[in-house]
């Protein structure tokens, strides 16, 4: 490809609105243009990453035994009212109507589309287990689509399903994608993560994320420096810790706390650890036909999991209530409410909560705490479950080792369904014994298009981007120094040529520019290995630059595109060795 004739549109600034590496960079190296928000053209530089991506993907899909298809993305409203997401899925989901009135959804994932497909194709344990997959875009209309295309509301997805006779087949499944997912990002030359999650809407019981690790991922993780668990803070699990000291219950007291509201001003004030206090935080839960009001219980050193309340929970939504509502049910404002006494408002308590021996809580009174507040005399809880967040430091629950946390970016997640969709649109089989059973199923995507982003966000310096290799639009630009030295451009040309030959992807960049907007545009967009014809070509010699490690050194022209060949496929290899 000429430099001259690439459609790549570098800018010199950066765009204003973005806030994030990958989309700053994305936009001024000529990769991708906004048409609206979350919604992006792919120019042919993204283009190239992008289908080296998907490639990665099919091959490994494909060894795990997948098949490839193509599912609509215009979805009748019919199949989701089946399974019961139309009402659930709330406004993520684009809705449209056709010329008679008729429901669409534009389709956010294809579990309804799929069983639909395989109930009416798949009688027999004989065709299962069956993998299908496809890689096309997704649409879904987020609250807040940002960071370029880390959130987009248009995306790339990778999204394979696989339909198996009985648990046992969904477990040698789920392990063939686990493995499958390891190998494409370790492929793809990424530094990541697999750790467990929670499975939210898709629903199911056991998922696993797959994270890039990045300081900007919108993702916090837990792992373990001794062993392998590693969680998502929305999901991870610790030991729970009872304070240190023995003490006698002793009565309750109310103590006046005039202006303190926060728990660090409550602990300064009583003089005590905020571990000694109870945090009370109310929410309203909404369900499909009712809502209620929930006041959630964590040690004052503690936060609230949300993710934990919503699932203990049940509902379809979680918000934090308002001042009225706390003050109509507890009768103070926050900052003073606590358990005891309440009436009218379902109490859920973190696990650690009845370890606090002679606790302070507020006293659903303004100005006012309780000490000595006691679990089981004073207060009970609706129920008692883990509902707090883990922090860095904590025991890990597998080996008792010390719990590190990190940012990451979610590429991909991987979900065991079981038999939820099946059951609720009948995808059925007759068995060995001539019996029906519904399939048991599990769903595994992969954000193409983020996953390109994360890349970027990994991979970058103050100059520019550093695309891994095996994921690089192009591997190499040449670049004649001096446009008006003919010996210069034939020399550059004559390298070109011989490296398209070799199977070599470059680009010549034969602008007239000057040799500083040059390297600059290399370096912006990334090309893993520069080639510089310039002076030294008097004495037969290139320039040869690696643009991840900064390394540059001079080469005989002839031979250059040997060196350039065995260094692309050492690179390759050393991805695919590590799989
Ligand atoms: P998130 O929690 O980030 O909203 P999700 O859990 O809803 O994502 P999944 O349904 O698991 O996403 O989709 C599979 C993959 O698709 C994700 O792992 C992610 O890489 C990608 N993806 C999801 N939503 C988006 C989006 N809005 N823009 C780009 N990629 C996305
Ligand atoms: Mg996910």
């Known amino acids: 490809m000429r430099f001259s004739q690439l459609f790549a549109p570098t800018l010199r600034e950066d765009p204003a609105e973005a806030e994030v590496v990958s989309h700053r960079l994305l936009v001024r190296a000529g990769f991708i243009r906004k048409l609206a928000a979350g919604v992006y ?33 215009l979805q009748p409203a019919e199949l989701w009212l089946e399974s019961g997401r139309w009402h659930v899925y709330g406004e993520e989901l684009f809705r449209l109507k056709d010329r008679h009135g008729r429901d669409f959804a534009l389709g956010p994932t294809h579990e309804e589309i799929v069983t639909d497909l395989v109930r009416g194709e798949v009688k027999s344990y004989r065709q299962l287990p069956l993998l299908l997959y496809q890689i096309a875009n997704k649409y879904r209309d987020e609250r807040r689509p940002r960071f370029g295309l880390m959130r987009g509301r248009e995306f790339i997805m990778k999204d394979l399903y696989s339909f198996d006779r009985d648990e046992e087949g969904l477990d040698e499944s789920y392990r063939r994608m ?11 030359g990424l530094n990541f993560r697999p750790v467990e999650a929670d499975t939210g809407a898709i629903g199911g019981n056991v998922s696993h994320e797959f994270m890039v690790i990045a300081s900007s991922g919108e993702a916090a993780i837990v792992y373990c420096d001794s062993c392998d668990y590693a969680a998502n803070v929305e999901k991870a699990e610790t030991v729970p810790r009872p304070l240190p000291g023995e003490e006698e219950p002793l009565p ?23 571990a000694r206090l109870i945090k009370a935080v109310v929410y309203q839960a909404f369900y499909r036909d009712r809502e209620e009001l929930v006041l959630v219980l964590v040690r004052g050193d503690r936060e609230v999991n949300e993710v934990k309340v919503h699932n203990l929970l049940g509902c379809l939504q979680l918000n934090m209530a308002g001042e009225q509502e706390i003050q109509k049910v507890c009768g103070a404002p926050v900052g003073y409410i606590g358990p005891v ?34 679990y089981g005399r004073d207060f009970t809880a609706y129920q008692v479950a883990d509902l707090r967040m883990v922090e860095a430091g904590e025991q890990c629950l597998r080996c008792g080792g010390k719990l590190l946390s990190a940012r990451g970016i979610e590429v991909g997640q991987i979900f065991k369904l079981g038999t939820k969709y099946s059951e609720a649109l009948g ?28 890349a970027v966000e990994q991979n970058h310096d103050e100059n520019g981007i550093i695309w891994p290799i095996p994921i690089a ?51 912006l967009i990334g090309f893993p290995i520069r080639v510089v014809v310039g002076k030294a070509l008097s004495e037969g010699k290139v320039e040869v630059k690696i643009r991840r490690t900064g390394d540059s050194f001079l080469l005989d022209r002839n031979e250059v595109v040997d060196y350039i060949k065995d260094y692309i496929a050492k690179e390759i290899a050393k991805t695919i060795e590590e799989c």
């Open 341 to 374: 006494g309440l009436q009218g408002i379902k109490i859920l308590a973190d696990q650690e909560v009845p370890l606090i021996k002679n606790a302070v809580c507020g006293a659903n009174r303004e100005g006012y705490h309780l000490r000595n507040v006691n």
């Open 427 to 454: 995808a059925t089989f007759l068995d060995e014994k001539g019996q029906e059973r519904p399939m048991v199923m599990g769903c595994y995507g992969i954000g193409v298009t983020r996953t390109m982003a994360a």
């Open 252 to 274: 309750v007291e109310e103590v006046a706390t005039p202006g303190c509201k926060t728990i660090a001003e409550v602990a300064d004030y009583l003089k005590i650890e905020p």
């Open 473 to 523: 639009p192009y591997h190499v630009i040449v670049v004649p120094v001096n446009m008006r030295d003919e010996e210069q451009v034939r020399a550059a040309e004559e390298i070109y040529s011989s490296l398209l030959k070799a199977g070599v992807e470059v680009v010549i960049d034969d602008r007239d520019e000057r040799p500083g907007v040059k390297f600059k545009d290399a370096d």
């Open 178 to 188: 686990f493995r499958a997912y390891t190998r494409i990002f370790r492929r793809m």
């Open 41 to 73: 053209t792919y120019l042919p530089l993204a283009q190239r990453v992008l289908e080296k991506i998907k490639q990665i993907i099919r091959e490994e899909m494909d060894r795990e035994g997948g098949q490839e298809l193509t599912m609509p993305i």
